[in-house]
C-alpha cells in the first residue's frame, strides 16, 4: 500500500540529515541484531501534511528534550508478525498483545538508540516517551499542518517494505 498523498521532500535540510539517518541507522541496527533480517532504504524521502493512509500496524513514540516532535514506524502486519516473531524466537499468529508489546519494544529500542545519538549532536537530552501501538485495516493518521511527516521508505529483505516516519517540532 503506498499512500497517494505523498509528496516528494522539497527542502530536505528543514528536518536535517543527521535527524532522520540517527533513526534509520537505529532501525537498521535493531532489525539485523535483534531480528536477523536485512534492511535498506527503499526510495527518496517524502513529506505528508495534513491527514493520511498508514500501513496496519502502526507504533507511535513522543520525543522531548532538545529534540521535540514524534517518530511512527508503520508497515503490513504480515511483516509485522515475521518481525516480531524473530525479535521473540516464536511464532506469532495471533494481532493481540503479544505482537503489540513486542512491536512497541522494537520501536522503543529504535528511539533509543536513535535520542542517544540526537543528544550527542544537539548538546542536550532527549526523552521518549512510552511507544503506542495501533493496529486496524485504513488507518488514518493527521498531523498539525505546520508539523508535516518525513517519510523514509524502508524495506526487510524477503519480508516487505515498512515506513520510518519523523515529525518535528520546528520543521
Given at each position: 500500500m503506498v499512500p497517494p498523498d505523498v509528496a516528494p521532500v522539497a527542502d530536505r535540510a528543514a528536518m536535517g540529515f543527521t535527524h532522520i539517518n540517527a533513526f534509520v541507522?537505529?532501525?537498521?541496527?535493531?532489525?539485523?541484531?535483534?531480528?536477523?533480517?536485512?534492511?535498506?532504504?527503499?526510495?527518496?524521502?517524502?513529506?505528508?501534511?495534513?491527514?493520511?493512509?498508514t500501513y496496519d500496524l502502526v507504533g507511535l513514540i513522543g520525543l522531548s528534550g532538545s529534540v521535540r516532535g514524534a517518530v511512527m514506524l508503520s508497515m503490513p502486519i504480515l511483516t509485522?508478525?515475521?518481525?516480531?516473531?524473530?525479535?521473540?524466537?516464536?511464532?506469532?499468529?495471533?494481532?493481540?498483545?503479544?505482537l503489540m508489546d513486542a512491536y512497541g519494544e522494537l520501536l522503543?529500542?529504535?528511539?533509543?538508540?536513535?535520542?542517544?545519538?540526537?543528544?550527542?549532536?544537539e548538546s542536550g537530552s532527549v526523552q521518549i516517551s512510552l511507544p503506542a501501538v495501533f493496529i486496524g485495516k485504513d488507518?488514518?493518521?493527521?498531523?498539525?499542518?505546520?508539523?508535516?511527516?518525513?517519510?523514509?521508505?524502508?524495506?526487510?529483505?524477503g519480508w516487505g517494505k515498512y515506513n520510518i516516519e519523523i515529525s518535528r517540532e520546528g520543521v
Open positions: 541507522e537505529g532501525a537498521v541496527r535493531t532489525f539485523e541484531q535483534m531480528c536477523k533480517v536485512s534492511t535498506e532504504r527503499d526510495g527518496e524521502l517524502k513529506v505528508r501534511r495534513g491527514m493520511f493512509d509485522g508478525k515475521r518481525l516480531v516473531s524473530k525479535f521473540l524466537g516464536e511464532t506469532i499468529r495471533e494481532t493481540g498483545p503479544e522503543n529500542i529504535i528511539a533509543g538508540a536513535a535520542s542517544a545519538e540526537l543528544a550527542k549532536m488507518l488514518k493518521t493527521s498531523g498539525q499542518s505546520n508539523r508535516p511527516w518525513i517519510v523514509i521508505p524502508m524495506r526487510m529483505e
